[in-house]
């Protein structure tokens, strides 16, 4: 689908009404626009397993708004293609569904509402671009994904499976970031500054007790820091000794109340 003409924002497609889904396994191109737009209310689901881009074909622009839209309408996009540009989103829930193997050369804008970034598949990839605007990051599957641009607005990112390196500026980044093993906590240890450590006993590989003497050990500077407090469902005295004495700065119990977090 191809948007050849002289009209300044002119897309090759341009999405009205809700429940419409654009599967691409070839090229969508606008000269002068954006690829992908959405106009009207409704969710917008794109699957790209070829090219989208903005520009001319022989050098597309890698910066430009290639995939937006408007208004309150939501894009759920899969790439497991070329993305030549940047997203801008509208003020919908938006949720990005992104693959090793894929490309996309721009900037990611959540714009408005509830938006969300997954990470998927194996071996290893990145990402070079801003994010802002996406409130929650999942990284799944058991490759490696590292975001080497500056990552904005982000409240929570939970890495479930495989390996998160986050390598740009993320002095804008003031949310959590949750794993869900003892060995993953360590890796992320010095790639990233965090404000506390929320350490669960019970844990795969190592729990708790041995990730604290771990992060103790090999990270001092950091631990001097960053005050490591332990999550437990166990009120026994002797468990809190226990805690405090591998090098734990404090135990609260679950369910954890956040004011006394505070």
């Not at 708004?65 to 829930?93: E, K, P, Q, W």
Request: hydrophobic share 40%.
């Amino acid at each position: 689908v191809l948007s050849n003409g002289t009209q300044v924002s002119a897309e090759a497609i341009n999405v009205q009404g809700s429940g419409n889904t654009i599967n691409n396994n070839g090229l969508v191109n606008a000269v002068r626009g954006a690829a992908i737009w959405s106009q009207r209310a409704g969710t917008l689901t794109v699957v790209n397993n070829g090219t989208i881009s903005t520009g001319p074909l022989a050098n597309p622009n890698r910066t430009a708004t290639v995939i937006g839209g408007n208004t309150n309408a939501g894009i759920d996009f899969t790439n497991r293609g070329t993305v030549y540009g940047s997203l801008n989103l509208g003020s919908g829930a938006d949720t990005l569904r992104i693959y090793t193997g894929s490309n996309i050369t721009g900037n990611f804008s959540g714009g408005g509402g509830i938006d969300s970034i997954y990470l998927n598949g194996t071996g290893s990839d990145s990402l070079g671009g801003k994010m802002t605007g996406f409130e929650y990051l999942y990284k799944q599957d058991a490759g490696t994904w590292e975001l080497s641009g500056s990552i904005t607005g982000l409240i929570a990112a939970n890495v479930q499976a495989g390996t998160l390196i986050l390598s740009g500026d993320n002095s804008g980044f003031t949310g959590t970031t949750t794993v869900d093993s003892g060995a993953k906590a360590l890796s992320l240890m010095d790639q990233q500054l965090f404000d506390v450590a929320l350490i669960d006993m019970i844990m795969p590989e190592m729990d708790g007790m041995q990730v604290t003497q771990q992060i103790r050990q090999h990270f001092p500077t950091i631990a001097a820091n960053m005050p490591i407090l332990a999550l437990t469902a166990n009120t026994n005295p002797v468990d809190r000794e226990r805690c405090l004495a591998a090098g734990m700065n404090d135990v609260l119990h679950k369910p954890m109340d956040t004011v006394v977090l505070m």
